[in-house]
Each structure stands twice: as structure tokens, then as C-alpha cells.
């Protein structure tokens, strides 16, 4: 990959993971401040998984067959704007949460798209993607520190920053590679207009349980994002939110190793690993709140997000682009979406809003309870991926 085309691609990574973390890391904060109940909190959480329920399949459609990839992504952007801006003078739940609903529509789209724009141009997509999404980390840790440093982290400035950003990834996008469609040209089919083409992958054992398996361990991670920065906070971490980004800087690390793992451990190894981080992380943040003192445990658990996020979802998407091929690509990538962003993110979203207030009392957390329902869930996740998923020597991507 040339150096000019590494850069325009990172950019656009940088660019759109930063619109991301400008409040998706503190909105829980925010959202107590503004007196939503914590299953308030956890459906505002969940509306990213709506939005990959539904959006990332259909536009991807859209992006196999009839638009260039950079400019549904600009025009995405270019909605989500104004949407972010409206988002940012509510304060009731009721015009908040559908608002919020959506801008991810617009959003959620965005991650099919990226990863369809930097397939399709890297010479090495088992090298390069990685490397490229590298980036992401960046511009999640530069959106955080921005937030932290503006103090932004209890308030609707965080909405404020996202609408300048996406503005400019918006224009940006418009100046990226082309990357036309490359599916089937044939007559429209109720089937194809649904995006249905890409579940004919689901004859392949492997692939299957692969998918049923990145939807269940999407349950348990989502109360990683929808409650650290409020327990960090309530823990009186200082300065929680930049502390947080030390996940994205050990992400950069892990993303930098995968394509040296990934030919000696291959894609159930990594995967396995990724599970067993999950749940080594949520037991780290169960017993640090009978340790406050013991600072090691909540950055180890911070510390290990670049296992936890790179060994779950970007090896997905990989293994996702090898098994559909160019004529599937971006709609493979919306159908992997659709189950974790999607349904597994939703489903975990809503659990843990409903697992916080069980076991919150006068507004008083257990979060040791909270944390431990999660370990769990990863933990027995765990022995059914590796009883259940064969691994093909052919499946193995090399570097």
C-alpha cells in the first residue's frame, strides 16, 4: 500500500471512530445528570445496535449494487450532522431516545462501508486492515481526550463536538477512492433489495457458528460500553475518560500483532482468547470496587480492551470478508453487523440497563453484582465456541 493511500484511508478510520467516541464513552453521565433511569440508559445505549439492526444491511446492499461506498458514506455523515445538533438540545427522554435512534441509523451504516472502502483497496487486506483500523483507536482516544480536557464528559457539548466532526468526515468522504459496486447487475429480487443474498453463507457450518456465536458474546461486552465511564466516575477515578482511552492505545498494539497471530493461531484460537478477556476484564471491575485502592485492577481491565475489541471484531470482519468474496462483500459486512452491533449489542444493552437498576438502591450501585453477570456470561461462552466451531484449514487467512 502506498503511503498516499494508507493516509486517506486512515483518515477516513480516524474521522469516523471519533464522531463515536465523542459521547458514546461518557452519555450515561450526561443522561444521569438529566435523570434517566439506568433502563433509560441502557435503551439509550442500545439504540447503536438498532441502528445495525437495521441500516448496515440494506445500505450495504445498496453499496454492492448501485452507489459508490464513499458516497453513501458521505451523504450518511452529512445527515448524522444535523441530526447530532438536534440530539443536543433535548433533555427529555421521551424526543431524546427516538432522536438517538435515528442518527444511528445514519451512523451504524457508516462501519460496513469503512471496512468495504479499506477491503477493497488494500493489496493485502489480511496486512493492511489492521493496520488501517488502527486508526479507529486513534480517533477514539482523540475524541476522548478532547471531551475529558473541554470538559464535555457531563454535558451536551460532547453531541456539539460529534456534529462539527461528522460534518468533516461528510466533505472528506467525498474525496476518497472510488469503490463502485461489484454485485450482481441482474434483476431486483424482494430477496436481494432485503440484503437476503448474504444469508446463503449460512450453509456453511462454520460460518454459522461463527455468526451465533459473535451475537452471544456481544451480550456480555455491552455493559462494557454502556456503564464504565459511570462506574469509573462513581469510583471517583480522576480523570475517568481520558483513563479509558488506554483500551484504544493497547487496541493499536493487539490490531499491529493480529496479522502475525493469525497464521499460527488462526481464527478460534483468537476468538477464544478474545472470550476469555471479556471475562477476565468484568471480574477485574467486580472486585477493584471492594479494592478501590487498587488502582492496577481497573487499568488491567481497561488494559485489556485491545484483546477484548480487536480478537472479537475485527477478526470478524476479516473472516467475514475471506467467506463472502467481492459479489457479497458489503453485504456480508452489514449481515455480521446486523448480529453483533445489532441484535447482540441490543439484547446486552437492554440486559444491562435492566441488571443495573436491579441492583442499584437509592441510587447506590452493587457493582460487583453488575460486573459479575457479565464475567459469567463470558466465561460459559467460552467451552460452546470451542465445542461447536470447526475451523477449516482453508478458512485460515495468512498475512
Known amino acids: ?68 461506498a464513499q458516497r453513501l458514506l458521505g451523504v450518511l455523515h452529512l445527515l448524522g450532522a444535523a441530526l447530532l445538533w438536534w440530539i443536543s438540545q433535548q433533555t427529555t427522554f421521551g424526543v431524546f431516545y427516538p432522536s438517538l435512534i435515528v442518527y444511528t441509523l445514519t451512523y451504524m451504516a457508516g462501519h460496513g462501508l469503512i471496512n468495504t472502502i479499506t477491503l477493497t483497496h488494500a493489496p493485502n487486506p489480511a496486512k493492511w486492515f489492521p493496520i488501517v483500523m488502527a486508526a479507529a483507536s486513534a480517533g477514539w482516544i482523540a475524541a476522548a481526550n478532547v471531551v475529558n480536557f ?26 476518497l477512492p472510488n469503490t463502485p459496486p461489484k454485485g450482481d447487475a441482474g434483476p431486483v429480487s424482494a430477496g436481494k433489495l432485503l440484503g437476503l443474498d448474504a444469508l446463503k453463507l449460512f450453509k456453511d457450518r462454520s460460518f454459522a457458528v461463527f455468526m451465533v456465536c459473535s451475537f452471544l ?53 483468537i476468538m477464544l482468547l478474545g472470550m476469555a478477556a471479556w471475562a477476565a476484564r468484568f471480574a477485574l471491575f467486580a472486585y477493584f470496587h471492594e479494592q478501590p485502592t487498587a488502582t492496577w485492577m481497573v487499568l488491567g481491565g481497561i488494559l485489556l480492551h485491545g484483546m477484548c475489541y480487536d480478537f472479537i471484531f475485527v477478526m470478524g470482519r476479516m473472516y467475514v470478508d475471506k467467506a463472502a468474496g467481492d459479489g457479497l462483500r458489503a453485504s456480508a459486512q452489514g449481515l455480521h453487523a446486523v448480529f453483533t452491533l445489532g441484535a447482540g449489542m441490543f439484547v446486552g444493552s437492554w440486559l444491562s440497563g435492566v441488571v443495573a437498576q436491579h441492583y442499584t ?26 465445542a461447536l466451531f470447526r475451523e477449516k484449514p482453508a478458512e485460515d487467512t495468512h498475512a
Open 1 to 68: 500500500m502506498t503511503p498516499t493511500l494508507y493516509l486517506r484511508l486512515a483518515t477516513m478510520v480516524f474521522l469516523h471512530y471519533f464522531v463515536w467516541s465523542c459521547w458514546y464513552n461518557t452519555m450515561a453521565v450526561y443522561l444521569g445528570k438529566l435523570e434517566f433511569t439506568g433502563t433509560q440508559i441502557g435503551l439509550a445505549y442500545g439504540t447503536t445496535a438498532i441502528g445495525a439492526l437495521v441500516s448496515p444491511f440494506l445500505i450495504g446492499v445498496i453499496a454492492d449494487r448501485y452507489v459508490s
Open 150 to 175: 473541554a470538559k464535555l464528559a457531563d454535558n451536551n457539548g460532547m453531541f456539539t463536538l460529534a456534529c462539527g466532526v461528522a460534518m468533516a468526515i461528510a466533505l472528506y468522504s467525498f474525496t
Open 217 to 269: 458474546i456481544c451480550v456480555p461486552l455491552s455493559f462494557y460500553f454502556t456503564w464504565t465511564g459511570a462506574f469509573l466516575s462513581e469510583m471517583n477515578v480522576a480523570d475517568y475518560a481520558s483513563k479509558m482511552t488506554l483500551g484504544q492505545v493497547s487496541e493499536v498494539g493487539f490490531l499491529l500483532l493480529l496479522p502475525i497471530l493469525l497464521p499460527v493461531l488462526g481464527t478460534k484460537r
Open 361 to 386: 438502591t437509592n441510587v447506590v450501585h452493587d457493582w460487583k453484582s453488575i460486573w459479575l453477570v457479565p464475567a459469567i456470561m463470558s466465561a460459559l461462552l467460552i467451552p460452546v465456541f470451542l
